[in-house]
């Protein structure tokens, strides 16, 4: 099969839930590969019980495998009834192959997964411009893209996405909802959201999703740059933001680096050419044979600025840790990191692609900083560390299906809740887990702001009401609740 090397890139990092079910898939899938084969295996050792067939001579591995694969797909009886069984076949060895390694960041992807992941890194997709969060089915909006459809069309975050269409979409997969979602550049998609309980019906024009980048002046002399990924179009999206901040007189520079999980090493070194000067070091990769590689910067500084603020958080992963390091340590005098300890991901992946559009996504090096220290692991601790309330920092976690949780009761959910509860503004007496009179009573007068029963009894719908509730009200109050982006305000004035 032919293969070709492309682009290398930094991975963008898996959030823990997604983490959490690519395990779950991948561990389904062995276990069904191993399976197959321990019945093959059971029904030959007990011959007495079962048919037998003629041993099966091999001189290699791979001539083994081959057996196991024809004996599979024409002789096993089960086959008949699994789809598309010689593609499931090779599927899940190479899985079973490239899963063994115990390295998260390296993964054989389907055509289809291949797609949805390059289209996720690039945003390169025809859509409404919105990232939400999946809880257990329920499908919260956690972002609005600016300038995309869904910001002019009045979608908010916290909106919870209850038809697509006319078509309810609460339980549905996460992908079959993208796929409604997504569509034609200028074709309409009619979405109902659930906005504190009411229904509110948005139709919104489909179009080109390429929003990796926003900037803004803040006051006369200061810009705020966010950079949510490192796609193939994130360059010159940064480049003419940075070109419009030069021409209005910035002076000082917010860069907003939070929740990117980073994206291809080219881009970092494109967008790291706007802010080091000619010659300076990027990054280091070092390879399997003890080879070092170093990138430089190209010199496309348009901008000399007079002090630089990078927020980061326990998202800020892979490309996202290079470029704070690389300003960091060549930019030092200028540079100051608020925040909280980034993610620690510096390994660097790149893609093989075949000729059915699927790839291999493997680990070729780790990534060292200009100075040559490693952050693999580590992560890169802020010069001034600033926490969010806990629930934006630690997330929700979710229930399993028709799973409750009553009063007096110790449960992980019970932290979400609790830390939810203080957010909104109830007075919690606790954050630890346990459902305290006091919690459930707190909890009783959230319930009784829905209108509905009021029982103190926590499910998975009162979670994802919670979540929603939580991301509307950080939307709303984001000037007094951010409260980095304060301490980076504050900081870039002094």
């Keep these: 099969m032919e293969e070709k090397k492309v682009r290398i890139h930094l991975e963008k990092h898996y959030w823990p839930d997604?983490?959490?079910?690519?395990?779950?898939r991948n561990l389904g899938r062995i276990l069904a590969s191993v399976g197959l084969v321990l019945t093959f295996v059971f029904g030959w050792v007990v011959g007495s019980t079962f048919a037998t067939g003629e041993p099966v001579e091999e001189t290699t591995d791979f001539a083994k495998l081959e057996a196991i694969y024809q004996i599979m797909s024409?002789?096993?009886?089960?086959?008949?009834?699994?789809?598309?069984?010689?593609?499931?076949?090779?599927?899940?060895?190479?899985?079973?192959?490239?899963?063994?390694?115990?390295?998260?960041?390296?993964?054989?992807?389907?055509?289809?997964?291949?797609?949805?992941?390059?289209?996720?890194?690039?945003?390169?997709?025809?859509?409404?411009?919105?990232?939400?969060?999946?809880?257990?089915?329920?499908y919260i909006i956690e972002r609005v893209f600016r300038g995309s459809p869904a910001e002019r069309a009045g979608v908010l975050p916290g909106d919870i996405i209850f038809k697509v269409n006319g078509a309810e979409v609460t339980g549905i997969g996460s992908d079959e909802l993208a796929a409604k979602v997504k569509g034609e550049n200028g074709s309409i998609v009619e979405i109902d959201?659930?906005?504190?309980?009411?229904?509110?019906?948005?139709?919104?024009?489909?179009?080109?999703?390429?929003?990796?980048?926003?900037?803004?002046?803040?006051?006369?002399?200061?810009?705020?740059?966010?950079?949510?990924?490192?796609?193939?179009?994130?360059?010159?999206?940064?480049?003419?933001?940075?070109?419009?901040?030069?021409?209005?007189?910035?002076?000082?520079?917010?860069l907003d680096l939070r929740d990117n999980g980073g994206g291809y090493l080219s881009t970092l070194?494109?967008?790291?050419?706007?802010?080091?000067?000619?010659?300076?070091?990027?990054?280091?990769?070092?390879?399997?044979?003890?080879?070092?590689?170093?990138?430089?910067?190209?010199?496309?500084?348009?901008?000399?600025?007079?002090?630089?603020?990078?927020?980061?958080?326990?998202?800020?992963?892979?490309?996202?840790?290079?470029?704070?390091?690389?300003?960091d340590e060549n930019l030092e005098n200028k540079v100051t990191i608020v925040g909280t300890l980034t993610y620690g991901k510096g390994t660097v992946q790149t893609q093989r692609p075949f000729s059915d559009q699927s790839i291999l996504k493997y680990t070729i090096a780790q990534w060292l900083t200009p100075?040559?220290?490693?952050?693999?692991?580590?992560?890169?601790?802020?010069?001034?560390?600033?926490?969010?309330?806990?629930?934006?920092?630690?997330?929700?976690?979710?229930?399993?299906e028709g799973e409750t949780i009553a009063p007096d009761s110790v449960h992980v959910a019970i932290v979400s809740l609790q830390e939810a509860l203080s957010f909104l503004g109830y007075d919690v007496d606790r954050q630890d887990g346990y459902y305290s009179p006091k919690s459930v009573e707190e909890f009783k007068k959230y319930q009784a702001t829905y209108g509905t029963a009021v029982d103190g009894v926590l499910t998975q719908e009162w979670i994802s009401r919670l979540h929603a509730d939580v991301a509307r009200v950080w939307h709303e109050e984001m000037d007094t609740r951010d409260t980095q982006m304060a301490k980076a305000v504050e900081l870039i004035h002094e």
């Design 193 to 254: 959201f659930l906005r504190e309980g009411v229904t509110v019906s948005k139709k919104i024009t489909r179009a080109p999703i390429n929003n990796t980048a926003y900037g803004e002046m803040i006051d006369a002399e200061t810009a705020l740059l966010e950079i949510y990924t490192f796609g193939d179009t994130t360059g010159n999206e940064v480049m003419d933001i940075l070109d419009d901040f030069e021409t209005k007189g910035a002076k000082r520079l917010i």
């Design 74 to 138: 024409e002789d096993w009886y089960f086959g008949k009834d699994v789809l598309e069984l010689q593609t499931k076949l090779i599927d899940d060895a190479i899985n079973g192959m490239v899963d063994g390694g115990g390295d998260i960041h390296t993964s054989y992807l389907t055509s289809e997964e291949a797609k949805q992941f390059n289209d996720s890194l690039n945003m390169g997709f025809v859509g409404i411009g919105v990232q939400y969060y999946d809880s257990n089915g329920t």
């Design 371 to 400: 100075s040559g220290k490693k952050i693999d692991g580590i992560g890169i601790t802020p010069d001034v560390v600033v926490e969010l309330p806990a629930i934006m920092e630690n997330g929700f976690e979710p229930l399993e």
């Design 269 to 327: 070194e494109t967008i790291g050419s706007f802010f080091v000067e000619k010659g300076g070091i990027l990054i280091q990769q070092e390879f399997i044979n003890g080879t070092t590689d170093t990138s430089k910067s190209s010199g496309f500084v348009t901008v000399d600025w007079e002090k630089i603020v990078i927020l980061v958080n326990g998202n800020t992963a892979s490309a996202s840790e290079v470029l704070v390091a690389a300003l």
């Design 18 to 24: 997604e983490i959490r079910a690519r395990r779950k």
